[in-house]
């Protein structure tokens, strides 16, 4: 997870950054394979301030593409 958010640059302020990625973790938990739209939805109750939603979108389905390979 970590290294996802890191290649796709996904943290930028800090601001929402704790939340997204305890939240992608337990949403990856729940549906190790999700869509775009069930990340979208995982991910709702947080906040993104400084316009980088999308970088963290594409780092959580990463990081599931990445999980399911182990």
């Not at 996802?4 to 943290?11: L, N």
């Not at 739209?37 to 593409?65: W, Y």
């Amino acid at each position: 997870m970590q290294q996802a958010f890191i290649d796709e640059q996904a943290a930028q302020c800090g601001y929402c950054i704790n939340g997204m990625i305890m939240s992608a973790k337990a949403l990856l938990d729940s549906t190790p394979r999700p869509t775009e739209a069930q990340v979208r939805d995982g991910l709702a109750g947080n906040l993104c301030r400084c316009g980088t939603h999308g970088r963290i979108i594409r780092a959580v389905v990463k990081a599931s593409q990445v999980i399911g390979r182990m």
